[in-house]
């Protein structure tokens, strides 16, 4: 640390002596740059006796001049005064020159002039200590003035002018550059620190680069006060790409710092991968945005340091280690941004002694361990956003105290415990998102106090019982999220009275009862789907939304569990009685095989055979709820068999059913009478039913008619024999798969390419497995030992190992509205798709293009897609769901969004629906919060999208 300030002085040395010295300007504001509002007037200067004043674009320094409207007497002056607003002292015994710009904008002959007091406070009262008279040029022209004056002692001093008129219509003057210039003084090191950051970031390529022999003053986003110290550095989007220098702290003036990389297309991004130590003593610094630049390593201690720190925004980088306590020693804070970086550890205790804190962000981390209560002692907090992390415990009861807060978001976490009472306390409560985490218990009674609630997010828990009727009292409600729990009864009537209601999901979980009708008749996403309503409790609400989505339900009866068991003869009824609805259709099914003419509400069986075992079910559907398709189950049918012709033999078994009674019969239940004309080889078994016709006499046979011999001579159905492509190109890792469904030795010769030859003995009815071969084609010529023996032919097969065809994997692409996500793919017929700890799996006809469609069911998801073949890799993606609320809709002037979190700055394409583009602009992203001005729009249907990177949302909303 030593090292590095000796190093700097000598800078500020070495530059001293190069660059020389220059005058100091000793008034502020000096070229009417800045200007206060309600009603608009310039810094750091007083006005009396004014007839209006202009804010004028016609300057000779900077881009404003002040423009004085006279009045045309010589009673009630105009004067123009740096008395009471700032303190300029200046160095005594020395000489100053006093200059200013000004123009006349009406001929006023001699009639306008002008006074120059210079005054200074002797202790105790004022004194003029210089009167001298101005006169001015009025020929609408700028002129300057200059006047030079002597010091005595080192008094505070300040400079009026007074405006003398007396013209008939009343005059004005524009004056700019006003200028105490002092005696010459060393270069202030600032340049320096600049040029030192130019190179450190790679500033040759910078797409919008510095001329380092010119003024700072006219370098792209660098801002100065009136004594030329650099206050703001604002570099964002520049194509920056290093790290920031030690040099960093002789801009001991800075206090705003923007260094992000904005997402609009076109803009090149800032790669700043470390900072120097130097950075955090830059006490004057009060907004510091370095987001979105991959910036790396952990926040230091040192940070405490910065006690004029208002704004801290270090959104999307690649961070790490623990958030720092001391950051709880920045008592102005107002903005904490941390989200989407790689934090672990717990949230610091200590950020709870901030005060001043609004906003606080540290989503997307990898943060743990409980919410710290102490953060209830931060009144002041607006917005709290924790998602996406791994934060653990319940849900502390101290965050009701937030009576400031408007949003809350804790999704995607591990909290758990009921949702505690006190957040009905959040009376100005905008946005409440706990999805995604393990909470269990009722939802309170007491949210439907939270009349200001616009978004309220609960999907993906443990929650149970019913939906409060409470819920129905918030009347600014746009969006209901509770899928995706264990919530039962009927839906409260309620819910149907919300006026506001643009997006409602109650998927997933077991409701049941007729759906009420919404006042709201335009719901933009309405979910309802796998809960256990029937056709009756829909047909009302489907007529009312026409975006509702209801299909599928959960079907009707026992899919599994104990059979029902019958004996031949009995009957056999089958009914549904859930569903009653006059226009249901039903087909009944066994085994998933529709049952011919079997189309009404029951189904009977008035004798039952042992053909009519089997799994029986009924499909019904509805010709008004025409998605949806109901199927009840019923329990597996056993019929246990009888002995028609009573010779002891079961009918099941019995190839001669009608043996006369009394005869004797043989295994199969076949008599010496039933025999004698028809068994041919003698063996006991009909010719009707003998398989070998020519069986030995003697041998024993089977049901079938085979002998021993019989059953070993091998046939082509004796085995099964599969390849498996190699699953990388040029590498011998080919599978041939031999199944032997006989138990008995068999003998294979197996052939193939490169003198590939090798035999093999397989006993018992097991499966040959060969692996690491080379693609090509394989020959197998396979024998029983027997069937060797006794000359029986060969069974043959020809395999073929291919290289299998590239994976190939498209763009994933979004549909936010119903949560899911598409890829096309190609180079397999089998693939499986892993979302977060889901597995879906998919079968397709062939190996070219197919799209892939899966649901998406957290806030963040985890994607990976691979084939059954080893070396055709794994596609993966990461893909967070927006939480985006369009409102009002319909909207009439102004456009409001909200949930955009992870998105800074956007590109706002708005079009109608033949896609036409009527509105196209880069907007800021504000909070997580995009507002625009669609006035100009003519009524209709449009489609809003919001492009922020690889990011994309798609929003419908109708104009007024």
């Not at 009639?111 to 406070?121: E, P, Q, T």
């Not at 949230?347 to 997307?364: A, F, M, R, T």
């Not at 055979?609 to 499909?619: F, I, P, R, S």
């Not at 949806?628 to 010779?647: A, E, P, W």
């Amino acid at each position: 640390m030593i090292k590095n300030y000796t190093r700097l002085l000598l800078a500020v040395f070495f530059l001293s002596s190069i660059l020389g010295f220059s005058q100091t300007n000793y008034l502020q504001n000096s070229s009417f740059e800045n200007w206060y509002v309600s009603p608009e007037a310039p810094e750091n200067w007083s006005i009396a006796n004014e007839n209006n004043i202009t804010k004028s674009i016609d300057a000779t320094e900077g881009n404003f001049s002040l423009e004085l409207d006279l009045n045309n007497t010589l009673v009630n002056q105009t004067e123009l005064s740096t008395w009471n607003t700032s303190d300029i002292v200046l160095v005594p015994n020395t000489s100053h020159t006093f200059t200013f710009d000004y123009k006349v904008n009406t001929e006023a002959g001699n009639n306008l002039s002008a006074y120059l007091d210079v005054l200074k406070d002797e202790g105790s009262y004022t004194i003029q200590y210089i009167h001298e008279f101005i006169p001015l040029e009025s020929d609408g022209n700028w002129h300057t003035y200059t006047f030079d004056f002597e010091t005595e002692s080192e008094e505070d001093y300040a400079f009026e002018l007074t405006f003398r008129a007396n013209t008939d219509p009343a005059s004005s003057i524009k004056v700019d550059n006003f200028q105490v210039l002092g005696p010459e003084t060393a270069v202030i090191p600032d340049k320096e620190a600049l040029i030192a950051l130019y190179y450190a970031t790679d500033g040759p390529n910078w797409q919008r680069q510095w001329d380092l022999n010119a003024e700072i003053t006219t370098w792209h986003g660098i801002t100065t006060n009136s004594q030329g110290r650099v206050t703001e550095l604002s570099l964002k989007s520049n194509n920056l790409n290093g790290t920031i220098p030690p040099e960093i702290q002789l801009l001991t003036e800075l206090v705003k710092i923007e260094l992000d990389r904005s997402l609009i297309y076109g803009q090149l991004p800032n790669k700043i991968s470390g900072i120097s130590t130097e950075f955090w003593n830059l006490t004057k610094l009060e907004e510091v945005n370095i987001s979105n630049t991959e910036l790396e390593g952990t926040l230091p201690p040192d940070i405490g340091q910065l006690i004029s720190l208002k704004s801290l925004l270090l959104y999307n980088n690649n961070l790490t280690g623990n958030i720092p306590p001391e950051i709880g020693n920045l008592a102005k804070l107002e903005i904490l941004g941390l989200g989407s970086n790689n934090f672990t550890g717990n949230i610091p205790s200590q950020l709870g002694q901030s005060n001043s804190l609004k906003s606080l962000v540290l989503s997307y981390n990898i943060l743990e361990g409980n919410i710290p209560s102490s953060l209830s002692q931060i009144s002041s907090l607006e917005l709290l956003i924790l998602d996406n992390n791994e934060l653990t415990g319940t849900i502390p009861a101290e965050l009701g105290q937030f009576t400031n807060l408007y949003r809350l978001s804790l999704d995607s976490n591990n909290l758990e415990g009921n949702i505690p009472n006190e957040l009905s306390q959040l009376n100005n409560i905008e946005t409440l998102d706990l999805a995604y985490n393990n909470l269990s218990g009722e939802i309170p009674e007491s949210l439907g106090q939270l009349i200001n609630l616009k978004y309220l997010e609960l999907s993906g828990n443990n929650l149970t019982g019913e939906i409060p009727e409470s819920l129905g009292q918030l009347t600014n409600l746009n969006n209901l999220q509770l899928g995706a729990n264990d919530l039962t009864g009927a839906i409260p009537t309620s819910l149907g009275q919300l006026t506001n209601l643009l997006q409602l999901n109650l998927s997933n979980n077991n409701f049941s009862g007729k759906v009420p009708i919404f006042i709201q008749d335009d719901i933009s996403s309405f979910s309802i789907q796998n809960n256990s309503l029937l056709f009756e409790d829909l047909t009302d609400v489907i007529s009312n939304q026409s975006n509702i989505y209801y299909h599928p339900q959960t079907n009707l009866g026992v899919l599994y569990g104990s059979p029902t068991s019958l004996s031949e003869g009995e009957q056999f009824s089958l009914s549904v009685t859930e569903t009653t609805h006059v226009n249901n259709t039903y087909q009944w099914r066994k085994d998933e095989v529709e049952i011919e003419n079997e189309t009404s509400s029951t189904f009977t069986i008035d004798s039952v055979t042992l053909e009519d075992a089997g799994k029986y079910d009924c499909v019904i559907n509805n010709t008004i709820v025409t998605d949806l398709t109901l199927v009840k189950h019923f329990r597996r049918l056993l019929v246990t068999s009888v002995d028609d012709d009573k010779d002891g033999v079961l009918n099941e078994d019995d190839i001669c059913p009608d043996t006369p009674y009394g005869e004797i019969v043989n295994r199969f239940g076949c008599s010496e009478s039933q025999l004698s004309d028809n068994d041919d080889d003698q063996d006991g078994v009909p010719n009707a039913n003998d398989v070998c016709e020519n069986t030995p006499v003697g041998a024993v046979t089977g049901a079938t008619g085979c002998s021993y011999q019989d059953i070993l001579v091998p046939k082509q159905d004796d085995f099964t024999a599969k390849a498996t492509s190699t699953s990388c190109p040029n590498t011998a890792n080919g599978k041939l798969t031999v199944e032997f469904k006989v138990n008995q030795t068999h003998i294979l010769i197996i052939t193939g390419p490169n003198n590939f030859s090798a035999n093999y003995t397989q006993q018992n009815g097991s499966t040959l497995t060969i692996t690491d071969l080379e693609p090509g084609s394989y020959n197998i010529v396979a024998n029983s030992e027997i069937g060797r023996l006794v000359g029986a032919p060969n069974v043959m097969f020809s395999l073929n190992i291919e290289t299998p065809e590239e994976f190939i994997s498209g763009k994933t692409v979004i549909d936010y509205t119903a949560k899911k996500a598409s890829v096309v793919v190609s180079g397999s017929k089998n693939y499986q798709v892993l979302v977060n700890e889901k597995v879906y799996s998919f079968e397709v006809d062939n190996i070219k293009n197919q799209q892939l469609s899966f649901p998406l069911d957290k806030g963040s998801n985890i994607i990976s897609i691979e084939t059954d073949k080893i070396c055709q890799g794994v596609f993966k993606d990461s893909i967070v769901l927006s939480n985006a609320i369009l409102s009002p809709n319909p909207v009439e002037d102004i456009l409001r969004v909200e949930g955009l979190d992870m998105m800074t700055d956007a590109q706002i394409i708005v079009s109608n629906l033949s896609g036409v583009t009527s509105l196209q602009d880069n907007y800021q992203i504000n909070y997580g919060t995009l507002e625009m001005n669609i006035s100009n729009l003519s009524p209709g249907v449009y489609m809003l999208t919001i492009v922020d990177g690889d990011k994309e949302i798609n929003l419908k909303f109708v104009k007024k």
